[in-house]
């Protein structure tokens, strides 16, 4: 008897887990970055990209679906947004948070932004840019709906709704096919992407103009959704775009963030994997590794390349570890080295976000030591001159 009861409770443990595993499933379709963009990018984006993986074609078949259930009020909605972009401008040249993925980018954006004074693209405009312009009324019903929805980032655990700031590389990847993102969707093509729209080479000039086009059309989408504010930008891919986007747009300030190498490879490597289950076409464990090491090591060699010809007060540079350890000291150097006035109001609205995120915990991973001395071999030169040449720690956190 005692056994039937036993067996018993452990059929209902397997069919929860059941239960748990496919709502999962079922969330992290709906966490699909592609479910706003347009038929014709989609299309343009898969053909181009030679098809998908045999096992990715259900999540290809969801979007579709979306897409196509879409596409009437994505048109229409179109509209709308075309002649908004058309008769805007900037009222302030944007101020940009620059550095390699996993190295505090999100932290110091956050932290940035919780003043409300800065404007910038939230998670509606990163994932529907088209609709950006109606779901952003606070009024409207779905705005409403979707308020009350909190959602988690795979990779580190970060809580984020549809308030929270985002990256301006998804609008753009979700209106054209000129983004790097698109490289970690199609990871066979990874670094082709990389080359063109990380570090603007290898484009034709027509893919050039279109880029900058398109990069400045969703800043000024993003300028008035957010009722003219001065824009603060968080994007990884502009920190090989320094002087690119100097040219652009003159005034810009940026604050760039580093972090321990060997944390920041251990935790790239965690999104890869944890991001996978978006990928449309997949690599191995090894050519994931070797494109890790390839993006942060060209990333860095073009920004400190382009640093030399950057104007002293244009760009301040903070270390992750010192953030995290006297944040409001260093926020307040950062003020001071980009000219920006207004810290002893804006530190209020820092203080209590990071009241809110006293208790997180970062990841924490091991690190064998063939892949230490392939870090270092390959990134040995930034170890040093960041200042991580001694590495005792066995644990990395991301």
């Not at 985002?166 to 979700?174: D, G, P, Q, V």
């Not at 950062?334 to 530190?347: C, N, T």
């Amino acid at each position: 008897m005692e056994l039937r009861i036993e067996e018993k409770k452990l059929g209902y443990r397997d069919r929860f887990k059941e239960i748990v595993e496919m709502i999962n499933k079922i969330t992290t379709l709906f966490q699909n970055p592609y479910l706003g963009t347009s038929m014709s990018n989609w299309f343009r984006l898969v053909i181009g990209n030679k098809g998908i993986d045999l096992d990715r074609i259900p999540l290809a078949l969801f979007t579709v679906i979306v897409l196509l259930l879409l596409t009437p009020f994505r048109l229409f909605a179109g509209i709308r947004r075309r002649s908004a972009v058309k008769s805007a401008s900037l009222s302030e040249p944007p101020i940009f948070v620059i550095g390699h993925w996993r190295s505090g980018t999100t932290h110091l954006h956050y932290l940035m932004s919780a003043s409300g004074r800065f404007g910038g693209i939230n998670q509606i405009d990163a994932v529907f840019p088209f609709f950006s312009l109606w779901l952003r009324n606070k009024n409207s019903f779905l705005n409403k709906l979707l308020r009350k929805l909190s959602f988690t980032r795979p990779m580190d655990n970060v809580k984020f709704d549809i308030d929270s700031p985002a990256e301006e590389e998804f609008s753009i990847a979700n209106t054209t096919p000129y983004s790097f993102f698109h490289g970690l969707i199609f990871r066979k093509r990874f670094r082709e992407y990389f080359r063109k729209f990380a570090l603007l080479e290898d484009l034709s000039e027509e893919e050039l103009i279109l880029w900058e086009q398109t990069y400045h059309d969703v800043i000024l989408q993003s300028s008035v959704c957010s009722g003219g504010k001065r824009l603060l930008l968080k994007n990884p891919y502009n920190t090989s775009k320094v002087c690119k986007l100097l040219s652009m747009y003159p005034g810009a300030r940026f604050v760039y963030i580093y972090r321990n190498p060997y944390d920041v490879y251990v935790s790239t490597m965690n999104m890869h994997k944890k991001t996978d289950c978006f990928a449309l076409q997949k690599v191995s464990s090894q050519e994931m590794r070797e494109n890790v090491l390839y993006g942060y090591k060209s990333l860095l060699d073009k920004f400190y390349e382009e640093g030399e010809q950057v104007p002293e007060g244009v760009c301040s540079c903070v270390k992750y570890e010192d953030l995290v350890e006297n944040p409001l000291e260093e926020m307040s150097r950062i003020y001071r080295e980009i000219g920006l006035d207004g810290f002893d109001v804006d530190s209020k609205g820092m203080i209590e976000y990071l009241e809110s995120v006293k208790d997180y915990t970062r990841n924490s991973f091991g690190l064998s030591d063939d892949e230490r001395r392939k870090i270092k071999k390959e990134w040995g030169k930034y170890i040093l001159l960041m200042g991580y040449e001694t590495e005792n720690s066995q644990k990395c956190c991301t």
